[in-house]
């Protein structure tokens, strides 16, 4: 007898061989600046936890609060009997947070976007997406039957080609582009994007995932950075990075949340995320609004990290943002650069092809609001330490 599952032996090995198969690390202890990974305990330069609230004691705290109070799990859809009062208010805060007029949430962000374009565009629409958008982007892109035209990344020139080629041939049309763009850390050119899609009566869409608790004032994402409240017609976010939980929301204007509570089929057909997530989401909130230090102190850990890395001859590419490629070119080099800096007890990321284009591989360096000076001088010291032996820096 043949073994029909066979061919994926034989995937496996490929991927083995030609080095894209996902080892993929586990951690034996609370998300945060200093982690235990593989055993080995170890500075955290791979998170999202941009402003260390994964393992905060006021999240810990509220989450445990509102389980005494409503227990686990939702219990039903959202549209059924599974919408709790805490979902609704985590909606309503996040609307306010946002500046915009309101807010819905979903299981992800991944989820956010599969239920959002799907409901917006159609076989006889088109979207135009910048090239470097996010899976999740390009998934709920497909799903939509909609036709996909790609524009150059953050290229207004060649977005605004694009959409005069297509003039006349599609019923409606959507831009689509990330906010931050998590490989390189720069972000998407907001306000000319917006402009231009005015000009052609395009819906905007932007997936903020990386730059909420990062950009704007106090971390209010982009739409915020660039002052386009009520400009972009959705603003897709997760609760998983700066948020420190889990969770995706869509806030912006309120005929499409409501059409979303309707149509989104996500939000229709799979449950919500459980109380505790809710409720730690809204410990979230609670702290981004008390006050920007930690903020504040991402971005003086970001500009402290990456002038430093600069002075020791590091390329850390075209960053806006506290993500930090550091550009190394070869993929062996940049995985065997990640080996040595987990033994010198830094754990940060190796990227090659596909992730990102062939002969750009890097280390990318998550920086937090967790670390303090001296987890930045440990990682800096490493990082000056085997970029000797492998020949690279200054
Ligand atoms: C991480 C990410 C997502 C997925 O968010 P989850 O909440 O983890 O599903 C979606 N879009 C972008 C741009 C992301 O970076």
């Known amino acids: 007898m043949t073994d029909k599952l066979a061919w994926i032996d034989e995937e496996l090995n ?4 030609t080095g894209f198969y996902n080892n993929i690390p586990t951690m034996d202890s609370p998300q945060g600046p200093s982690v235990i990974i593989n055993g080995k305990q170890v500075l955290n330069f791979c998170a999202n936890n941009y402003l260390g609230l994964a393992n905060h004691p006021r999240l810990v705290q509220a989450a445990s609060e509102a389980m005494q109070k409503f227990g686990i799990g939702p219990g039903a859809v959202r549209s059924i009997a599974g919408t709790l009062s805490l979902h609704v208010q985590l909606e309503k805060r996040m609307a306010a947070f946002k500046r915009v007029e309101d807010a819905i949430t979903f299981q992800s962000g991944f989820t956010a976007n599969g239920a959002t374009i799907p409901a917006l565009v159609g076989k006889e629409d088109v979207i135009f997406s910048d090239e470097l958008n996010h899976a999740s982007i390009i998934d709920g892109s497909r799903l939509s039957g909609a036709k996909i035209l790609r524009f ?5 020139e060649d977005f605004e080609r694009v959409v005069m080629e ?3 041939t599609y019923r409606r049309g959507l831009m689509i582009t990330d906010g931050v763009f998590s490989m390189d850390g720069d972000y998407a050119p907001l306000d000319k994007l917006v402009e ?5 009566d395009l819906m905007t869409m932007v997936d903020d995932a990386h730059g909420e608790g990062v950009l704007g004032e106090g971390g209010r994402g982009i739409v915020d950075h660039f002052k386009l409240h009520g400009q972009v017609d959705v603003e897709v976010g997760t609760f998983s990075k700066a948020f420190g939980v889990v969770g995706g929301v869509v806030a912006g204007n309120a005929k499409i949340v409501e059409w979303l509570r309707q149509r989104g089929r996500p939000f229709l057909f799979s449950s919500a995320v459980t109380v505790p997530d809710v409720a730690a989401c809204l410990a979230s909130v609670d702290l981004l609004e008390e006050s ?5 102190r991402l971005w003086t850990n970001a500009r402290f990290f990456q002038e430093e890395m600069r002075k020791l001859g590091f390329d850390t590419g075209h960053t806006q943002t506290p993500i930090t490629p550091v550009m190394l070119g070869d993929v062996q080099l940049a995985r065997e650069f990640s080996r040595k800096l ?4 830094i754990f940060a990321g190796a990227l090659g092809f596909p992730t990102v284009p062939k002969g750009k591989a890097r280390i990318r360096v998550m920086i937090s609001a967790a670390h303090s000076q001296d987890h930045l001088e440990q990682a800096l010291d490493a990082f000056e330490r085997v970029g000797k032996q492998l020949g690279k820096g200054g």
Do not use: I, M, N, W
């Open 196 to 200: 231009v899609s005015k000009k052609y």
């Open 152 to 156: 150059k990344h953050a290229d207004v």
């Open 342 to 345: 987990f033994e010198e007890g």
């Open 166 to 168: 297509a003039q006349g």
């Open 292 to 296: 920007t230090e930690l903020v504040d």
């Open 14 to 17: 490929t991927l083995k061989e």
